[in-house]
């Protein structure tokens, strides 16, 4: 079965840019979440959609990212514009569904000078 | 208070060791445990899950799960240097509302 895709795997953009990740989650889970991981912490959830409707966005800093998932499949999360606080590994993960074991993509290292 | 709350460590245990890992959650509805083995520079894999009181074992592995007290445990018997690693704790606690806790990064000395 194949796992969950990201892409890229490394960004480095300067800051104002704007970014786009890519994230294809395990067929047929319809659950798919975006964190964002920084150095030393642990993940923070981002968005989580449930198919393609977002059930919880309440850490997204909205004014500067942006997710979807249409036909409730894969996903893109947006930042525009980046700032240098943004640094950090953005891990998509997937789950069959709520309550458990979430599947983690191998996650895109961004850098933003 | 943090939702839910590690000791950051570093824990160093001698190789052989049992080496027990501790997580505190606030929210007492909270249904559904989990914890999470990163190595450095990769992504979270599932080591345990645990939805009720009592203990799982997994061969190594044993979580204990305290409701009352409000605490999830994670034993590793017979630590071994690839053992190292960041351990993160997950607690789902409803609908939608999955958390992590910073993590314990183990060394397990050689």
């Known amino acids: 079965e194949a796992g969950v895709a990201q892409s890229p795997r490394y960004k480095i953009i300067e800051k104002r840019q704007s970014v786009a990740f890519w994230c294809n989650p395990i067929?047929?889970?319809?659950?798919l979440y975006w964190y964002q991981q920084i150095l030393g912490q642990g993940p923070k959830l981002l968005i989580q959609?449930?198919?393609?409707?977002?059930?919880?966005d309440s850490q997204l800093p909205k004014d500067r990212f942006s997710a979807e998932r249409l036909k409730g499949v894969d996903s893109t999360l947006k930042i525009q514009p980046a700032k240098l606080e943004d640094s950090a590994v953005y891990l998509c993960?997937?789950?069959?569904?709520?309550?458990?074991?979430?599947?983690f993509g191998p996650g895109t290292r961004l850098t933003v000078l | 208070q943090k939702e839910v709350e590690q000791n950051s460590g570093p824990l160093s245990v001698p190789e052989g060791a049992i080496a027990s890992l501790n997580c505190t959650y606030s929210?007492?509805?909270?249904?559904?445990f989990f914890w999470y083995r990163q190595y450095s520079g990769k992504s979270p894999e599932l080591i345990m899950s645990?939805?009720?009181?009592g203990d799982k074992e997994d061969g190594r592995f044993t979580a204990q799960l305290n409701k009352a007290s409000q605490y999830v445990s994670l034993l590793i018997r017979d630590s071994q240097p690839s053992d190292s690693a960041t351990y993160l704790c997950?607690?789902?606690?409803?609908?939608?509302?999955?958390?992590f806790g910073t993590g314990t990064r183990l060394k397990v000395l050689a």
């Open positions: 993960a997937s789950s069959f569904g709520d309550q458990v074991q979430q599947f």
């Open positions: 067929s047929g889970h319809a659950t």
């Open positions: 959609f449930q198919n393609n409707g977002v059930v919880d």
């Open positions: 929210d007492r509805g909270s249904q559904s």
């Open positions: 645990i939805y009720s009181n």
């Open positions: 997950a607690v789902n606690s409803g609908t939608y509302k999955y958390i």
